[in-house]
C-alpha cells in the first residue's frame, strides 16, 4: 500500500512539473496555493490527507525551483535570433548531429552580444563544429546565432555555433574520466566491424563512433536503449563492489560508502544523462535502506527518486529519456512477475522468465516512444531476447576494459573479449531490422500513443488473465484484430506488395519522402533514375511494383536525396550512368555498386543507349562543363521514349540557368506526355522550358512538411500556365504512368 502511495504522489508529481513548465504563468498562483492548502489539510487532522499534503508540498517545491530559474531563462530567450558570444560549462557528453555539429548540453557563465556579454547562468543546447576537448567540465568559448526554446524544454536556448574555441579544459576526476573513454574508444576502434563503434555505446554510452545506419538498425530493432547508460548498468557497477568488499571481509558500512563512491565516479564516467540520474539516485536509495537494515521495496525507491529529482530539476518531466527509464524500470519492478506467469502457460518456465522482462518494458514504454517517433518496433521483444545474453557481457568486460586503459595488454584482451557480444547485437539488431514488417509507421503524438497505449493494455490483460470475463474478451478482440492489420499489411508490404499495383504501368514515381526515384519499365528491362535517401522506401516501392533487378541506374549527382540508398542495390544493378564525381563520398558509392558487379559509365551529353525497345538519350550536361563541374546544375537530364514508354524527360536538380541553357542549344525538341520537374518543385524554374515542354503529366518527387516549401507555389503556377496537370507523391503516394491506346494513362496510391 505504500508503494502504491508513493507511486500515486510520483505520477501526480509528474503532472504538476508537465503542467508548470509548460505553463510558467500558473508558477507564481501555484506557491500560495500549495502552502495554503497544507495549512488547511494538515489542520483536518485526517490520516488519509498525508498523500494530499505530499503532493501540495512537492508542487510547492516544484513551483519555487521553477520561480527561481524563471528570470535567467527569460534573459537567454531574448537572444533569439541574435548572433551571440557564450562562455559556457559542459554538463554532459557530446554527440555527432545529422548537420554535422558536436552537440552538447551545457551551463552559461556568460552570454550576450559579442564584446558585450552578461553573467548569466542557464542551460543551453549548442553545437559546434566537431574539436577536441569537448568534455564533461570543460569550458567553451562560442560565437554563433542563439535560438530560443519552448518552456518545455530543459534547455533555456540553443545555439548553433559558428566559432568555437576550448578556453579551459576538463580538470580532476572530469579529465581523468574524459581520457578514459577516449583511450578505450581509440582501443575499439581497432576491432573490426560488426561490433567496434557500438562496444562503447554499450559499455559506457558514448555513442559517437556508432555508424548512423547502425543507430538506426537499434531503433528499428528496439534495442537502442543498449546503448544508453540506465539502471542496469548501475546496479551491476553497485553489486560488484558491494560483492567484492564483502568478500574481503568489509563490513555493512563500509560496503555502502565504498558502494556509494563507485557509483558516483562511473556516474562521471558515462556523463550525468536523466536515465543515468535516475538509476544513480534510485541506487543510492537501495543503499540507504540498506545501511538502515530496513527491506527495500523497489517501487517506492523509484518513485522516490523520481519526485526529488523532478523537484530538484523540473524540467526532466519533459526529457524522453528519463520517462523512459523511469517507465522501464517501473515495467520491471510492477508488470515483469504477471506477465511471467502468464506466459508460464503457454510455454516452458525459462523462455517465459525471458521473454517477461523485454516484454514488460515493451509494453509500458511503447506509449511514450509513439510520443515523439513516428516509428514503432514490432520485432523488439524478439530481438530484445536474442540480445539479452550478450548485453550483460558486453556491458561488464567493456567497462572493465574502460577501467583497464593503464594496464595496455589487459585493456586490450579485455577489449577483445566485449567485442564478441557486442558484434553479436549488432548483428541482431541490423538483421532484425532488414525484416518485413519489422517497425511500423506511426504519426508521432498523442493519438498515436493513446492507440499503442490501448494495444498494449490489450495485450497486457491477454496474458495476465484478469477475472473479468468480459475484460478478458474485449482484450482479446482488440489484441485479434491488431495482429490481423498486422499480417495483413505485412503480406500487402512484402510478398503480395505486387498485387496492389496494376501492372501495366511503364514510369513509376516512388514515394520516398524527400528524394528522386523513378522507374522505367520497357519490355523485361528496368530503368531507375535514382534512389532517394531511405533503403526501406525505395525496398517498398521496388517491391510494390514487382521489381527485383535494376539494369540501368541513373545517379544524376550525389546528393543524399538522390543517392543515399543507392549502395543497397549494390548486387542488382547492370549497369550505372552517374554524373560527375566531386567528393571521395561520391566515389565510395560507386565502388561499392562495382564491387556488387555493375558496369560504371559516365553521363554527358551525346551518351545514349536502349532499355527493351525504349531508347534514351542524355541532353545535359555537356562534357567537361567548367561552368557546371558538379551538383545540381550539373544534374544527368535524360529523354527516353518508345517501346511502350510515354515520352519523358527527366530534369534532375537543374536551376533555371541551365534549363536556359538547355532549352537554347536545341535539344529539347518536340512534344513529351511526361516531365520530371527540377529539384523537387524549388522556385529556382525557367518557365519558357516547361512551355516549350507542355507535358500533359508533371512529376514533382517531393517529402511530406519538407524544411524548403516543395513544391513552390510559384512553380505550380509554371505548370498550370504549360498546360501541365501536377503529380506530386507527397499527396498522391506511388503515381503509375502508361499508353493504352496511344493515351496517356495515370493511376495513383492515393486520392488528393
Known amino acids: 500500500m505504500k508503494d502504491l502511495r508513493t507511486s500515486v504522489l510520483a505520477a501526480a508529481l509528474w503532472g504538476i512539473a508537465l503542467l508548470l513548465i509548460h505553463v510558467p504563468a500558473l508558477v507564481v498562483a501555484s506557491i500560495p496555493v500549495s502552502l495554503t492548502g497544507v495549512v488547511l489539510l494538515v489542520a483536518t487532522r485526517r490520516r488519509r490527507a498525508g498523500l494530499g499534503v505530499l503532493v501540495l508540498l512537492c508542487g510547492a517545491g516544484l513551483a519555487t525551483t521553477i520561480a527561481g530559474a524563471q528570470p535567467a531563462r527569460d534573459a537567454l530567450g531574448e537572444q533569439d535570433g541574435h548572433v551571440i558570444e557564450a562562455l559556457v560549462e559542459v554538463t554532459s557528453s557530446a554527440s555527432l548531429g545529422s548537420d554535422g555539429r558536436l552537440w552538447f548540453d551545457a551551463q552559461t557563465i556568460d552570454i550576450g552580444p559579442p564584446g558585450h556579454p552578461q553573467r548569466i547562468s542557464a542551460p543551453v543546447r549548442a553545437g559546434v563544429e566537431p574539436t577536441d576537448g569537448v568534455d564533461l567540465g570543460a ?20 545555439i548553433f555555433g559558428t566559432r568555437a574555441e576550448v578556453t579551459e579544459r576538463a580538470s580532476g576526476i572530469f579529465a581523468v574520466a574524459a581520457a578514459t573513454r577516449a583511450d578505450f574508444i581509440a582501443r575499439a576502434s581497432g576491432l573490426p566491424e560488426p561490433g567496434a563503434g557500438l562496444l562503447p555505446g554499450l559499455a559506457v554510452g558514448d555513442t559517437r563512433a556508432v555508424p548512423e545506419e547502425v543507430s538506426a538498425a537499434m531503433l528499428a530493432s528496439g534495442l537502442s536503449h543498449l546503448t544508453a547508460v540506465s539502471g542496469a548498468n548501475c546496479a551491476i557497477v553497485v553489486a560488484a563492489v558491494f560483492w567484492l568488499v564483502s568478500l574481503l571481509g568489509g563490513g555493512r558500512l563500509l560496503r555502502i560508502v565504498l558502494s556509494l563512491l563507485a557509483l558516483g565516479a562511473f556516474v562521471v564516467l558515462v556523463t550525468p544523462e536523466p536515465s543515468v540520474i535516475r538509476a544513480s539516485v534510485m541506487a543510492a536509495l537501495a543503499m540507504l535502506t540498506v545501511l538502515l537494515g530496513r527491506p527495500s521495496a523497489g517501487l517506492a525507491m523509484l518513485s522516490l527518486a523520481a519526485c526529488g529529482l523532478l523537484i530538484a530539476d523540473p524540467w526532466l518531466a519533459a526529457t524522453p529519456g528519463f520517462a523512459l527509464s523511469a517507465a522501464a524500470t517501473a515495467a520491471l519492478l510492477v508488470l515483469s512477475r504477471p506477465l511471467l506467469r502468464g506466459l508460464a502457460r503457454w510455454m516452458p518456465m525459462p523462455l ?3 521473454l517477461s522482462v523485454p516484454l514488460a518494458a515493451q509494453l509500458v514504454c511503447g506509449p511514450i516512444v509513439a510520443l515523439f517517433s513516428d516509428t514503432q518496433s514490432v ?19 567493456g567497462l572493465l576494459a574502460c577501467l583497464a586503459s593503464p594496464v595496455p595488454a589487459l585493456a586490450d584482451l579485455l577489449a577483445a573479449a566485449a567485442w564478441l557480444p557486442a558484434a553479436w547485437i549488432q548483428t541482431t539488431a541490423t538483421v532484425s531490422s532488414a525484416l518485413p514488417g519489422a517497425t511500423a509507421a506511426v504519426p508521432a503524438g498523442p493519438v498515436a500513443a493513446t492507440v499503442v497505449a490501448v494495444l498494449s493494455a490489450a495485450a497486457t490483460l491477454v496474458l495476465v488473465r484478469p477475472r473479468s470475463r468480459r475484460l478478458r474478451l474485449g482484450a482479446t478482440a482488440v489484441v485479434v484484430i491488431a495482429s490481423a492489420a498486422s499480417i495483413a499489411r505485412m503480406l500487402l508490404t512484402g510478398p503480395l506488395a505486387s498485387t496492389t499495383t496494376p501492372g501495366e504501368w511503364t514510369i513509376a514515381a516512388c514515394d520516398i519522402g ?19 535517401a531511405d533503403p526501406d522506401a525505395l525496398g517498398e516501392c521496388l517491391a510494390q511494383t514487382a521489381i527485383d533487378r535494376i539494369d540501368l541506374l541513373v545517379l544524376t549527382h550525389f546528393d543524399l536525396d538522390h543517392v543515399g540508398a543507392a549502395t543497397s542495390l549494390a548486387g542488382r544493378v547492370g549497369t550505372v550512368l552517374h554524373g560527375p564525381v566531386a567528393e571521395p563520398d561520391d566515389q565510395r558509392i560507386l565502388d561499392e555498386l562495382a564491387a556488387g558487379g555493375a558496369a560504371l559509365r559516365g553521363g554527358a551529353v551525346g551518351t545514349h543507349g536502349s532499355l527493351g525497345a525504349a531508347e534514351w538519350r542524355v541532353v545535359w550536361p555537356p562534357p567537361d562543363s567548367a561552368a557546371f563541374p558538379s551538383g545540381n546544375d550539373a544534374s544527368i537530364v535524360v ?17 533555371a540557368a541551365p534549363q536556359r541553357q538547355l532549352l537554347s542549344n536545341g535539344r529539347v525538341r518536340g512534344e513529351y506526355a511526361v516531365v520530371k520537374v527540377a529539384h523537387h518543385g524549388s522556385r529556382d524554374q525557367e518557365p519558357a522550358l516547361y512551355a516549350q515542354i507542355a507535358a500533359p503529366a508533371a512529376l514533382v518527387s517531393v517529402g511530406e512538411d519538407n524544411d524548403y516549401g516543395h513544391p513552390r507555389k510559384e512553380t505550380l503556377a509554371i505548370l498550370e500556365a504549360a498546360g501541365s496537370r501536377t503529380l506530386r507523391t507527397d499527396q498522391r503516394g506511388l503515381v503509375l504512368l502508361g499508353e493504352k491506346e496511344g493515351r496517356l494513362v495515370v493511376w495513383t496510391e492515393r486520392q488528393e
Open 514 to 532: 524527400q528524394g528522386d526515384a523513378v522507374l522505367v519499365r520497357s519490355g523485361s528491362q528496368t530503368a531507375l533514375v535514382d534512389t532517394g
Open 352 to 354: 517465459a522468465l525471458a
Open 139 to 158: 569550458v567553451l568559448q562560442i560565437n554563433g546565432q542563439g535560438k530560443r526554446t519552448d518552456a518545455g524544454e530543459r534547455a533555456a536556448l540553443v
Open 639 to 655: 529523354d527516353i521514349a518508345g517501346g511502350g514508354v510515354p515520352r519523358m524527360l527527366m530534369l534532375g536538380d537543374l536551376s
Open 379 to 397: 520485432i523488439g521483444v524478439i530481438a530484445n531476447l536474442l540480445a539479452a545474453p550478450a548485453a550483460p557481457i558486453a556491458t561488464v568486460i
